[in-house]
């Protein structure tokens, strides 16, 4: 197919309008909306569900880079390194977006606080590509896809991180391999959920938010699951596990709460379901409990500076 090229390569001085692969009306995936304000993991999979479709199998023909950096510069090479190499797999660790290419090479992507990817049909008609209208100023990086889409990060804020890792090195990276298990995975469960929290003395919630303990749930998703666990997130993180390490009837709670959550928030991403019903305790201060037969009220409480959010009454 043909590919429009038009490699900005950092040089602020050319005016993004005149990109001719611009953004277009017929864009595939709608940017999302972070309801903490930053993408938690059931986003960050929902966003590799999305861009998986046009990415994996196909080869990255050409990549425009809109400017010289993210949070940190983009590694040396960035777009030699990738052109031409085929995405032979796109999963998720924790918050971050694994793309293993055929040179061996691994493209890490993180959203950072406000990044989201939106794809792009890139073979339009003469018409369709007059009207289309230009890329957004925050849209950073542009991978033009084989398949025919293109593939662009957008992050207003510029928190998102691109990194490229070497053949081999993945395990050693410093930040994936300090990571626990994913919460999804079959090696998360009570057991080494209680493992991971029996020496702890901090709070189930501060536990729960240690990404060695497991990966990649934040703020809402750890006060939605203990609250479907029906444990107070003041407690004890030691308290789900008896001395030795063994679970407790607790602990097979919340880590069947925590897939639940999870689950849950990334089926009803995938159908783009926004509304207020979606959390049962997340933002829901001063409002009544939806537990069957509780009569309490969801509480506030500030922990380690974030908010958490619990009701008093069944969550002990
Ligand atoms: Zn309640």
């Known amino acids: 197919m043909k590919i429009d090229h038009w490699t900005l390569t950092c040089d602020r001085r050319r005016p993004w309008k005149s990109c001719p692969v611009a953004g277009t009306p017929r ?171 029996h020496r702890k003395n901090t709070s189930l919630k501060a536990a729960l938010m240690d990404q060695r303990v497991v990966a990649g749930l934040g703020n809402i998703y750890v006060s939605e699951a203990l609250h479907v666990a029906g444990l107070s997130p003041r407690r004890r993180a030691s308290t789900i596990a008896t001395p030795s390490g063994a679970p407790r009837d607790a602990a097979h709670r919340l880590a069947s709460a925590i897939k639940r959550v999870l689950e849950d928030a990334i089926a009803r991403q995938s159908r783009a379901a926004y509304g207020d019903a979606r959390f049962l305790v997340y933002d829901r201060e001063d409002q009544r409990c939806s537990t069957p037969g509780c009569s309490g009220t969801i509480c506030r409480r500030v922990q380690a500076g974030r908010s958490t959010f619990y009701c008093p009454v069944c969550q002990r």
């Open 27 to 197: 864009t595939l995936a709608v940017t999302l909306h972070y309801p903490d304000g930053v993408p938690e993991l059931p986003e960050v999979e929902s966003v590799r569900r999305r861009i998986a479709r046009s990415m994996v199998r196909a080869r990255i023909d050409a990549v425009d880079l809109r400017r010289p950096d993210l949070r940190r510069p983009f590694p040396r090479h960035f777009v030699r390194r990738l052109s031409g190499e085929t995405v032979t797999a796109l999963d998720r660790r924790a918050k971050y977006l694994v793309a293993t290419l055929s040179s061996g090479e691994t493209l890490l992507m993180h959203l950072g606080m406000s990044g989201s990817f939106r794809v792009i049909r890139e073979q339009l008609p003469r018409r369709a590509r007059r009207e289309a209208s230009p890329l957004d100023p925050h849209d950073h990086v542009v991978f033009h896809m084989s398949s025919g889409r293109a593939v662009v990060f957008n992050d207003p804020r510029r928190f998102g991180i691109m990194e490229l890792v070497a053949a081999g090195k993945l395990d050693r990276h410093p930040v994936l391999n300090r990571l626990g298990p994913e919460p999804l995975s079959k090696d998360f469960d009570g057991a080494a959920l209680a493992r991971a929290c």
